[in-house]
């Protein structure tokens, strides 16, 4: 499978399956003497994520590259090559009864995919992202040069952490080849509790409630109802759902769903309201799989306030928040690329540009849309400054997935690009940054 | 370098009293906590805010004058020696904490600011910043970020990295930039590319830091052992049954004799190995933890365990802990701490080839340990008017790293590289590897000014600074 098989993409010339990291170096390296586009590939379960990419180039398959080459149950850390899938790392763990507290969009994905893309689940609130388990990584820059950043033990301070760049970054940077991270002890029990509301004014209530109170969820998310409806597939509601789930030892897990049903109760939730989930694992991978197409990040004390803003929005489409992270996800569904477009523009990008923390994130546009990827990433001004500069280095002929991901455009040449007009603070010339800047606003 | 014009230049963009450079000014700067390299710098400087942060880099840049940023100066690996006649930037004077919002769950503090002093201003609030390092009484958030400051409680909470949500930083072309703290979806993470990188990517000057609920309830056990094997034997075991204790502290002979003589805690001197185990968490659940934890204690031969009965104990029992180290003063003139990881189960190995490389180099080595973490921290101890116990004690560190790294681990888990370790990451790292960082660090500093010579060792900048004084 490759990423022509997911949708229309660009055109693959061929597709070369490495079988080491060496091998993959290699064919980089021939690709940048060339100046030929590389679109590295996993499974293809991702490859909606990004923006489109439209060069012709090589695929770069990683599916042979997928050894598990290290696994110390009792120092918690495994290393595993980037083709592994998902599942079967999480065989691996769980067979000595440990776990990667993440949510993955597809267990037929691969290691390396779910890192380039970098989208967590609701229960990032309570167990953290991707970052916060990969202790090291190898990867392979758009000059073939093969690198590892970070450690093979859970804690150190050697070095730069040039490996957080790679998460996320959809292979830009460099392509992830192996993986080392830090495994937990799988939790006993998981479970939560599903309220019933009548508007996102309530939510903001009952998780102001959550946040003075000691529990410690693990998640804490808000559905509109028919997606809640298509998840758990209870009974259909009208306004949002709140889920709050935690995860621990069997007695933690029922001391704090007994504190949160009492919270609730006392702040005027209808006992009827309240509704206990037992597959919480479950509602979390499906949650993380719902293929969203719009992220706005928004600080979390503010989301609610941002879903006032958005209005008729949160009524006309199917929406998830992570009320935790601060971050809405929405569907605008099947339209023509151009009304797709200006929905997103119209209705929410210019009512999120009013609220000032918030930040927006075209995470699928549908093929044809005319966003450029600074746009859709919704990278800030510094971000996008050290972001070109960066891309500069680790890939100077733009050749590792152009035109998906920010950062490339001045060696693209696309049109419109252009110096940057934010000088230094009156500083002198800058070599490192201004130089590789473009406008990507 | 012209460098009476640029004092001036910089008596003018801050103030004259915010400009030391005067000799007898400057003898207070010449190193931080590793003491065993000093250097004069050529000014030392305080600015109040990001804009004069901004001003002084841009003057230091337009001369390529090296500038080293400077907290609480408690760093162990030398990341402030300022080598090459270089500026000092204090960030102590930013010190104010301009946000605690609980619902975001997080801290918005300028870089000087004390560790202690947002632990005593979340007092109360329910939640605490995580990351406790030993020297957080001095310690400021700013050094934090620059060495991904760790401590006790990182086995079950993480190292700062974990902690930062965004960072605003003076890059080397002076530029103030921000990045986070609200995450975009699938949008990098700058900030934590920052953090660790010990003033060579950018000077901190604020941090919006997360916020950790307080665990409901704290157990806290002593437990002492005829030999070390069987403190090592019981971390595993602990780690082996899927608990993730808060933390597990790790002290030898040597040490425990030190802090006796110092606090008078009422450890016996006959004990090889003291291990302190914290667990936290909701109460149900601690009682069976704890149940297990002292069964595995017993399993492995611990001779004593000690719960502690209240706050206050639980307070005494971290008190010897985080001020053993102080308490080494007691033993020898002078003492260097080392900071080494290797893989948790390789703990036993690695205590055993400190105690032979300690006889082998005739010094003498007592240790402390984040065992759960694998961190260890041989205390090597030497009389600096000796200068082949110097040698002695520096060879049986770069003897103890190598050997760290001969077991997958790392030259430092949470004390940085600075300049005492900058030779050891070619050991550690491919050129390649090297390489990368480098790339990466040029985005930041283009003028390589930004404490140069640390961190990576293959640059000009230092050269032969990291040698002991003269």
Request: charged letters at 20%; proline letters at 7%; glycine letters at 10%.
């Amino acid at each position: 499978m490759n990423v022509a098989d997911q949708r229309p993409g660009p055109k693959l010339l061929a597709t070369h399956a490495p079988r080491s990291v060496d091998e993959v170096a290699e064919i980089v390296r021939c690709a940048a003497e060339r100046g030929q586009a590389v679109y590295p590939i996993g499974a293809g379960t991702q490859a909606d994520v990004g923006c489109m990419p439209r060069r012709p180039g090589i695929g770069l398959s990683l599916a042979a590259l997928d050894r598990l080459i290290d696994y110390q149950p009792d120092d918690m850390t495994i290393t595993v090559e980037a083709g592994m899938k998902i599942d079967r790392l999480r065989r691996v763990l769980a067979e000595r009864g440990q776990w990667l507290p993440l949510d993955f969009a597809s267990p037929g994905g691969t290691v390396g995919g779910a890192l380039a893309v970098g989208l967590c689940g609701p229960r990032r609130f309570g167990f953290g992202g991707w970052a916060d388990y990969v202790l090291g990584l190898r990867a392979v820059d758009g000059q073939g040069n093969e690198f590892f950043s970070g450690a093979k033990v859970v804690k150190s301070a050697a070095g730069l952490n040039v490996h957080r760049l790679l998460i996320g970054s959809l292979g830009s940077l460099a392509i992830i080849a192996e993986a080392t991270l830090m495994v937990r002890p799988r939790p006993e029990m998981q479970a939560g509790l599903a309220c019933r509301l009548s508007d996102p004014a309530a939510a903001d209530r009952l998780l102001d409630a959550l946040s003075r109170s000691r529990l410690t969820p693990s998640a804490a998310d808000l559905y509109s109802g028919a997606l809640w409806e298509q998840l758990s597939g209870c009974e259909p509601t009208v306004g949002p759902v709140l889920v709050v789930g935690f995860a621990g030892a069997a007695a933690d897990v029922e001391w704090m769903l007994d504190g949160l049903r009492q919270q609730w109760r006392e702040a005027g939730v209808p006992f009827d309201a309240i509704e206990r989930v037992e597959q919480f694992d479950a509602l979390c991978e499906a949650a993380a799989a719902w293929p969203a197409e719009v992220g706005v990040a928004v600080r979390p004390s503010r989301l609610c306030a941002l879903m006032a803003r958005l209005g008729g929005v949160m009524t006309e489409l199917p929406w998830q928040a992570r009320a935790g992270d601060g971050m809405l996800l929405l569907r605008v569904g099947p339209r023509t690329p151009a009304v797709w477009e200006s929905f997103v523009r119209d209705r929410i990008m210019a009512p999120t540009a009013e609220e000032p923390s918030a930040r927006v994130a075209v995470i699928r546009p549908p093929e044809g849309s005319a966003f450029a990827p600074s746009e859709a990433w919704g990278f800030s001004e510094d971000e996008t400054v050290v972001w070109t500069a960066l891309k500069e280095k680790f890939d100077p002929k733009a050749i590792l997935n152009p035109g998906r991901f920010p950062g490339a455009i001045a060696a693209a040449g696309a049109p419109g690009a252009s110096p940057s007009d934010r000088p230094a603070t009156d500083g002198p010339a800058t070599p490192g940054i201004s130089a590789a800047t473009t406008a990507g606003r | 370098m012209a460098l009476p014009e640029l004092i001036a230049e910089l008596r003018r963009v801050l103030s004259p009293d915010r400009v030391l450079h005067a000799p007898s000014e400057l003898a207070a700067y010449d190193c931080d906590a590793y003491t065993v390299v000093r250097r004069r710098p050529t000014a030392v400087v305080f600015p109040h805010d990001p804009a004069e942060v901004s001003a002084v880099v841009t003057q230091c840049a337009q001369r390529r004058v090296p500038l080293i940023p400077r907290g609480a100066g408690t760093g162990l690996a030398g990341g402030c020696v300022p080598i090459d006649g270089a500026v000092v930037l204090m960030l102590t004077r930013l010190n104010r904490i301009l946000e605690i919002n609980l619902r975001d769950r997080w801290a918005l503090v300028e870089a000087g600011v004390p560790n202690l002093q947002l632990a005593r201003a979340l007092a109360g609030t329910g939640y605490h910043y995580a990351p406790d390092p030993s020297s957080q009484g001095a310690s400021t958030i700013g050094g934090n970020v620059a060495t991904n400051a760790g401590g006790p409680h990182t086995l079950k909470y993480g190292v700062t990295v974990n902690h930062v949500l965004g960072l605003e930083v003076v890059l080397g072309d002076g530029s103030v930039r921000r990045f986070g703290p609200v995450a975009g979806a699938g949008a990098p993470d700058i900030s934590g590319l920052i953090v660790g990188s010990e003033g060579r990517m950018g000077i901190v000057t604020k941090a919006w830091v997360r916020l950790t609920p307080n665990p409901h309830e704290f157990r806290t056990f002593r437990a002492i052992y005829g030999d070390v094997e069987s403190a090592t034997r019981t971390v595993s075991r602990i780690i082996a049954a899927g608990i993730i204790p808060a933390a597990m502290e790790l002290m030898d002979r040597g040490i425990i004799g030190a802090v006796e003589d110092a606090y008078h805690f009422g450890f016996s001197r006959e004990a090889e190995a003291v291990l302190i185990i914290e667990i936290d968490g909701p109460p149900p659940g601690l009682d069976r933890q704890q149940a297990q934890i002292l069964e595995l204690c017993a399993q492995c031969g611990a001779q004593e365990v000690l719960a502690a009965a209240d706050p206050a104990m639980r307070d005494a029992l971290w008190k010897c802990r985080k001020m053993a180290v102080g308490a080494v003063g007691r033993l020898s003139p002078s003492y260097f701490i080392q900071d080494g990881v290797v893989p948790r189960t390789q703990l036993p190995h690695i205590l055993r080839r400190i105690a032979e490389v300690a006889a082998a180099n005739r010094v003498r080595i007592v240790n402390v340990a984040h065992a759960g973490d694998g961190n260890v921290h041989p205390i090597i101890l030497y009389d600096d008017a000796d200068p082949e116990q110097l040698r002695r004690a520096l060879r049986a560190g770069e003897e103890l790293l190598l050997e760290c790294i001969a077991c997958g681990g790392s030259v430092t888990a949470e004390h940085g590289i600075g300049i005492e370790k900058r030779e050891f990451m070619s050991r550690q790292y491919a050129a390649a590897d090297l390489k990368a960082m480098q790339r990466t660090a040029e985005v930041f500093d283009p003028f390589e000014i930004l404490n140069p010579g640390k961190l990576l060792p293959d640059r000009t900048a230092g050269a032969g600074a990291g040698r002991p004084n003269e």
